[in-house]
Protein backbone atom coordinates (compact mmCIF):
# COMPACT_ATOMS: atom_id res chain seq x y z
CA UNK A 1 0.00 0.00 0.00
CA UNK A 2 1.00 3.36 -0.71
CA UNK A 3 3.22 4.87 2.88
CA UNK A 4 3.21 8.66 2.77
CA UNK A 5 6.58 9.92 3.05
CA UNK A 6 7.88 13.39 4.15
CA UNK A 7 4.49 15.00 6.16
CA UNK A 8 5.45 17.93 8.00
CA UNK A 9 4.54 17.13 11.27
CA UNK A 10 5.04 20.21 13.27
CA UNK A 11 3.31 22.80 10.64
CA UNK A 12 0.48 19.98 10.16
CA UNK A 13 -0.35 19.32 14.15
CA UNK A 14 -3.97 19.63 15.31
CA UNK A 15 -4.37 20.94 18.59
CA UNK A 16 -7.07 20.82 20.68
CA UNK A 17 -8.01 24.30 20.71
CA UNK A 18 -7.73 24.31 17.24
CA UNK A 19 -10.49 21.30 16.50
CA UNK A 20 -12.67 22.92 19.44
CA UNK A 21 -13.13 26.16 16.98
CA UNK A 22 -13.42 24.13 14.12
CA UNK A 23 -16.10 21.37 16.17
CA UNK A 24 -18.00 23.73 17.73
CA UNK A 25 -18.29 21.27 20.78
CA UNK A 26 -17.55 21.58 24.23
CA UNK A 27 -14.48 19.90 24.96
CA UNK A 28 -12.55 18.82 21.31
CA UNK A 29 -10.27 16.29 23.17
CA UNK A 30 -13.90 14.58 24.02
CA UNK A 31 -14.16 13.55 20.17
CA UNK A 32 -14.85 9.79 19.89
CA UNK A 33 -16.22 7.41 16.88
CA UNK A 34 -15.10 6.13 13.60
CA UNK A 35 -15.31 8.36 10.42
CA UNK A 36 -15.35 5.94 6.93
CA UNK A 37 -13.57 6.85 3.67
CA UNK A 38 -13.56 4.93 1.12
CA UNK A 39 -13.16 5.69 -2.83
CA UNK A 40 -10.83 6.62 -5.57
CA UNK A 41 -6.93 5.06 -5.11
CA UNK A 42 -5.30 8.09 -6.94
CA UNK A 43 -6.94 10.38 -3.28
CA UNK A 44 -6.28 7.83 -1.52
CA UNK A 45 -2.59 8.62 -0.16
CA UNK A 46 -3.66 12.36 0.71
CA UNK A 47 -7.02 11.08 2.78
CA UNK A 48 -4.56 8.57 4.29
CA UNK A 49 -2.12 10.95 5.49
CA UNK A 50 -4.49 13.73 6.76
CA UNK A 51 -6.30 10.30 8.84
CA UNK A 52 -3.04 9.84 10.63
CA UNK A 53 -2.03 13.40 11.47
CA UNK A 54 -5.86 13.92 12.76
CA UNK A 55 -5.70 10.82 14.73
CA UNK A 56 -2.39 12.09 16.48
CA UNK A 57 -4.35 14.54 18.06
CA UNK A 58 -7.92 12.70 18.38
CA UNK A 59 -7.25 9.42 19.62
CA UNK A 60 -10.76 9.01 20.45
CA UNK A 61 -11.21 8.92 16.73
CA UNK A 62 -11.06 5.90 14.51
CA UNK A 63 -10.68 7.35 10.62
CA UNK A 64 -10.52 4.21 8.25
CA UNK A 65 -9.57 5.02 4.63
CA UNK A 66 -10.10 2.62 1.90
CA UNK A 67 -9.02 2.53 -1.86
CA UNK A 68 -11.88 0.56 -3.55
CA UNK A 69 -12.28 2.89 -7.03
CA UNK A 70 -13.80 6.02 -7.36
CA UNK A 71 -16.81 3.99 -9.06
CA UNK A 72 -17.39 1.33 -6.31
CA UNK A 73 -16.67 4.15 -3.35
CA UNK A 74 -19.75 6.37 -4.50
CA UNK A 75 -21.71 2.56 -4.52
CA UNK A 76 -21.20 2.67 -0.71
CA UNK A 77 -21.64 6.27 0.01
CA UNK A 78 -24.94 6.34 -2.29
CA UNK A 79 -25.95 3.48 0.06
CA UNK A 80 -25.01 5.34 3.09
CA UNK A 81 -22.40 2.93 4.29
CA UNK A 82 -19.37 5.75 4.15
CA UNK A 83 -19.35 9.44 5.68
CA UNK A 84 -16.67 10.29 3.25
CA UNK A 85 -16.33 9.59 -0.85
CA UNK A 86 -12.90 10.04 -2.42
CA UNK A 87 -13.02 10.94 -6.06
CA UNK A 88 -10.69 11.03 -8.91
CA UNK A 89 -13.04 12.74 -11.19
CA UNK A 90 -16.30 14.71 -10.81
CA UNK A 91 -19.36 12.64 -9.59
CA UNK A 92 -21.70 11.22 -12.53
CA UNK A 93 -25.56 12.21 -12.76
CA UNK A 94 -26.49 8.43 -12.73
CA UNK A 95 -24.50 8.47 -9.03
CA UNK A 96 -26.12 11.92 -7.78
CA UNK A 97 -29.77 10.18 -8.40
CA UNK A 98 -28.81 7.28 -6.85
CA UNK A 99 -27.83 9.26 -4.20
CA UNK A 100 -30.94 11.61 -4.09
CA UNK A 101 -33.22 8.12 -4.05
CA UNK A 102 -31.80 6.67 -1.38
CA UNK A 103 -32.04 10.63 0.77
CA UNK A 104 -28.31 11.01 0.86
CA UNK A 105 -27.59 14.81 0.61
CA UNK A 106 -23.71 15.17 -0.62
CA UNK A 107 -21.53 18.14 -0.15
CA UNK A 108 -18.40 17.19 -3.46
CA UNK A 109 -15.28 19.46 -2.55
CA UNK A 110 -11.73 19.86 -4.28
CA UNK A 111 -8.69 19.37 -2.26
CA UNK A 112 -6.22 19.11 -4.74
CA UNK A 113 -5.04 18.89 -8.45
CA UNK A 114 -3.50 15.15 -9.83
CA UNK A 115 -1.52 14.76 -13.39
CA UNK A 116 -2.48 11.45 -14.04
CA UNK A 117 0.73 9.84 -15.48
CA UNK A 118 1.72 7.99 -18.54
CA UNK A 119 4.51 5.72 -17.57
CA UNK A 120 7.30 3.27 -19.11
CA UNK A 121 10.21 1.44 -18.15
CA UNK A 122 13.46 3.63 -17.19
CA UNK A 123 15.27 1.46 -19.74
CA UNK A 124 13.02 2.38 -22.39
CA UNK A 125 14.80 5.35 -24.53
CA UNK A 126 12.44 5.50 -27.73
CA UNK A 127 9.50 6.73 -26.30
CA UNK A 128 9.85 10.85 -25.66
CA UNK A 129 7.00 12.05 -25.95
CA UNK A 130 3.25 11.07 -26.85
CA UNK A 131 0.39 12.43 -28.55
CA UNK A 132 -3.48 12.10 -27.73
CA UNK A 133 -3.93 10.64 -31.15
CA UNK A 134 -1.61 7.65 -30.55
CA UNK A 135 -2.72 7.43 -26.29
CA UNK A 136 -6.04 6.39 -28.25
CA UNK A 137 -4.24 4.67 -30.96
CA UNK A 138 -3.17 2.57 -28.70
CA UNK A 139 -6.07 2.58 -26.09
CA UNK A 140 -9.43 2.48 -28.01
CA UNK A 141 -11.97 0.01 -27.93
CA UNK A 142 -10.77 -2.36 -31.16
CA UNK A 143 -7.14 -0.80 -31.12
CA UNK A 144 -4.99 -3.40 -33.15
CA UNK A 145 -1.52 -1.72 -32.10
CA UNK A 146 0.03 -4.88 -30.25
CA UNK A 147 3.71 -3.47 -31.00
CA UNK A 148 5.77 -0.22 -30.33
CA UNK A 149 6.28 -0.23 -33.78
CA UNK A 150 2.43 -0.21 -34.48
CA UNK A 151 2.50 3.35 -33.14
CA UNK A 152 5.44 4.79 -34.64
CA UNK A 153 7.11 3.37 -37.18
CA UNK A 154 10.78 4.57 -35.64
CA UNK A 155 9.98 2.51 -32.28
CA UNK A 156 11.39 -1.00 -32.22
CA UNK A 157 8.75 -4.27 -33.56
CA UNK A 158 8.35 -5.01 -29.30
CA UNK A 159 5.27 -6.53 -28.22
CA UNK A 160 3.73 -3.17 -25.57
CA UNK A 161 2.65 -4.97 -22.46
CA UNK A 162 -0.22 -2.44 -20.98
CA UNK A 163 -0.92 -1.84 -17.36
CA UNK A 164 -3.93 0.21 -16.39
CA UNK A 165 -6.57 0.54 -13.77
CA UNK A 166 -9.75 -1.67 -13.71
CA UNK A 167 -13.21 -0.19 -14.89
CA UNK A 168 -14.37 0.64 -11.40
CA UNK A 169 -11.77 3.42 -11.08
CA UNK A 170 -11.98 7.24 -11.84
CA UNK A 171 -8.75 7.29 -12.88
CA UNK A 172 -9.70 4.74 -16.04
CA UNK A 173 -13.20 6.94 -16.04
CA UNK A 174 -10.85 10.16 -16.67
CA UNK A 175 -8.07 8.49 -19.06
CA UNK A 176 -10.94 6.98 -21.27
CA UNK A 177 -12.95 10.39 -21.10
CA UNK A 178 -10.17 12.30 -22.32
CA UNK A 179 -7.82 10.31 -24.65
CA UNK A 180 -11.01 7.55 -26.10
CA UNK A 181 -13.48 10.69 -26.10
CA UNK A 182 -16.27 8.78 -23.96
CA UNK A 183 -16.08 7.29 -20.40
CA UNK A 184 -15.37 3.54 -19.88
CA UNK A 185 -13.94 3.47 -23.44
CA UNK A 186 -11.04 1.34 -24.01
CA UNK A 187 -9.31 -1.97 -24.98
CA UNK A 188 -10.01 -4.79 -22.83
CA UNK A 189 -6.59 -7.13 -23.35
CA UNK A 190 -4.86 -5.01 -20.83
CA UNK A 191 -3.16 -6.08 -17.44
CA UNK A 192 -6.13 -4.34 -15.74
CA UNK A 193 -5.74 -3.75 -11.38
CA UNK A 194 -7.36 -2.35 -8.63
CA UNK A 195 -4.32 -1.68 -6.52
CA UNK A 196 -2.23 0.96 -8.32
CA UNK A 197 1.13 -0.76 -6.56
CA UNK A 198 0.67 -3.53 -9.06
CA UNK A 199 0.07 -1.05 -12.03
CA UNK A 200 3.54 0.67 -10.46
CA UNK A 201 5.28 -3.47 -10.12
CA UNK A 202 3.95 -4.33 -13.74
CA UNK A 203 5.25 -1.28 -15.33
CA UNK A 204 8.64 -1.34 -13.52
CA UNK A 205 8.92 -5.14 -14.58
CA UNK A 206 9.01 -5.22 -18.34
CA UNK A 207 11.01 -3.20 -20.58
CA UNK A 208 8.22 -2.62 -23.13
CA UNK A 209 5.66 -1.84 -21.09
CA UNK A 210 2.93 1.59 -20.89
CA UNK A 211 0.98 2.29 -17.89
CA UNK A 212 -0.75 5.32 -16.46
CA UNK A 213 -1.85 6.50 -13.15
CA UNK A 214 -1.86 8.96 -10.55
CA UNK A 215 0.70 11.43 -10.23
CA UNK A 216 1.64 10.83 -6.43
CA UNK A 217 2.26 7.14 -7.11
CA UNK A 218 5.10 8.15 -10.02
CA UNK A 219 6.23 10.50 -7.80
CA UNK A 220 6.67 7.47 -5.03
CA UNK A 221 7.94 4.76 -7.82
CA UNK A 222 10.12 7.26 -9.56
CA UNK A 223 13.06 4.99 -9.56
CA UNK A 224 11.05 2.36 -11.11
CA UNK A 225 9.40 3.98 -13.61
CA UNK A 226 9.55 7.10 -16.15
CA UNK A 227 6.88 9.82 -16.97
CA UNK A 228 6.34 10.33 -20.60
CA UNK A 229 5.70 13.56 -21.96
CA UNK A 230 2.31 14.40 -23.46
CA UNK A 231 0.90 16.38 -26.04
CA UNK A 232 -3.00 17.20 -26.57
CA UNK A 233 -2.94 18.04 -30.92
CA UNK A 234 0.57 16.85 -31.33
CA UNK A 235 1.11 20.02 -32.80
CA UNK A 236 2.41 21.73 -29.33
CA UNK A 237 5.34 21.11 -27.64
CA UNK A 238 5.22 17.94 -24.86
CA UNK A 239 4.59 18.60 -21.58
CA UNK A 240 5.82 16.82 -18.60
CA UNK A 241 3.56 16.01 -15.62
CA UNK A 242 5.50 18.11 -12.27
CA UNK A 243 4.00 20.10 -9.91
CA UNK A 244 3.92 23.37 -11.38
CA UNK A 245 2.64 22.30 -15.11
CA UNK A 246 0.00 20.34 -13.27
CA UNK A 247 -1.05 23.42 -11.18
CA UNK A 248 -1.00 25.57 -14.08
CA UNK A 249 -3.07 23.45 -16.38
CA UNK A 250 -0.05 23.04 -18.99
CA UNK A 251 -0.25 19.72 -18.48
CA UNK A 252 -2.82 18.20 -20.42
CA UNK A 253 -4.30 15.24 -18.17
CA UNK A 254 -4.03 17.60 -15.24
CA UNK A 255 -7.28 17.18 -13.48
CA UNK A 256 -8.87 18.04 -9.98
CA UNK A 257 -9.22 15.52 -7.06
CA UNK A 258 -12.83 15.81 -4.72
CA UNK A 259 -14.13 14.24 -1.49
CA UNK A 260 -17.90 13.97 -1.29
CA UNK A 261 -19.38 14.43 2.02
CA UNK A 262 -22.43 13.32 3.77
CA UNK A 263 -24.65 16.13 5.15
CA UNK A 264 -26.10 13.80 7.64
CA UNK A 265 -22.58 12.55 9.24
CA UNK A 266 -21.42 16.02 8.98
CA UNK A 267 -23.81 16.72 11.91
CA UNK A 268 -21.38 14.23 13.77
CA UNK A 269 -18.93 16.17 15.54
CA UNK A 270 -15.95 13.71 14.98
CA UNK A 271 -16.79 13.72 10.82
CA UNK A 272 -17.16 17.79 10.98
CA UNK A 273 -13.79 18.34 12.44
CA UNK A 274 -12.13 15.68 10.42
CA UNK A 275 -13.74 17.52 7.09
CA UNK A 276 -12.62 21.20 8.74
CA UNK A 277 -9.61 19.73 8.80
CA UNK A 278 -8.86 18.32 5.27
CA UNK A 279 -10.06 21.11 4.33
CA UNK A 280 -7.58 23.40 5.63
CA UNK A 281 -4.59 21.46 5.49
CA UNK A 282 -5.29 19.67 1.75
CA UNK A 283 -2.44 22.06 0.54
CA UNK A 284 -0.25 21.28 2.87
CA UNK A 285 -0.50 17.37 3.34
CA UNK A 286 -1.72 17.02 -0.26
CA UNK A 287 1.81 18.49 -1.50
CA UNK A 288 3.48 16.08 1.14
CA UNK A 289 2.18 13.32 -0.93
CA UNK A 290 3.03 14.67 -4.67
CA UNK A 291 0.01 16.67 -5.40
CA UNK A 292 -0.11 20.35 -5.97
CA UNK A 293 -2.78 22.63 -4.36
CA UNK A 294 -6.27 23.76 -5.58
CA UNK A 295 -6.07 27.69 -6.21
CA UNK A 296 -6.43 29.79 -3.34
CA UNK A 297 -9.97 31.03 -4.38
CA UNK A 298 -11.25 27.79 -5.17
CA UNK A 299 -9.66 26.19 -1.57
CA UNK A 300 -11.84 29.49 -0.01
CA UNK A 301 -15.00 28.55 -1.80
CA UNK A 302 -14.33 25.01 -1.07
CA UNK A 303 -13.99 25.88 2.68
CA UNK A 304 -17.06 28.25 2.30
CA UNK A 305 -19.06 26.00 0.94
CA UNK A 306 -18.60 23.23 3.47
CA UNK A 307 -19.02 25.97 6.51
CA UNK A 308 -22.68 26.99 4.63
CA UNK A 309 -23.35 23.02 4.49
CA UNK A 310 -24.31 24.11 0.49
CA UNK A 311 -25.37 20.68 -0.84
CA UNK A 312 -24.38 19.64 -4.55
CA UNK A 313 -22.18 18.97 -6.93
CA UNK A 314 -19.10 21.24 -7.33
CA UNK A 315 -19.43 22.55 -11.11
CA UNK A 316 -23.47 23.38 -10.41
CA UNK A 317 -22.08 26.08 -8.09
CA UNK A 318 -19.26 27.51 -10.21
Same mark, same amino acid.
Given at each position: ??? *? @? &????????? /?AATLLMHSGHAAAADLAGTVKVDGSSTVYPISEAMAEEFQKAQKGVKVTVGSAGTGAGYKKFCAGELDIADAS !???KADEVAKCKAAGVELMELPVAYD?? /????HPSNTFVKSLSFEQLKKIWE *????VKTWKDVDPSFPDQAIKLFGPSSEHGTFDYFTE?? &?? @??KASRSDYNAAADTNTLVGGVAGDKFS?? =?FGYAYFVEG? &???KAVAISKDGKQAPVLPEGKTIENGSYPLSRPLFITVNKKSAERAEVNAFVDYYLKNAKDIGKSVGYTAVPQKMAD?? &?? !? =??? !? @?????QSSH
Open positions: MFA *P @K &NLRGAGLAL /T !RAIGL /TVVV *PGSKEV &NG @KALG =YK &NKVDA &NA !R =YSA !R @KVGVW
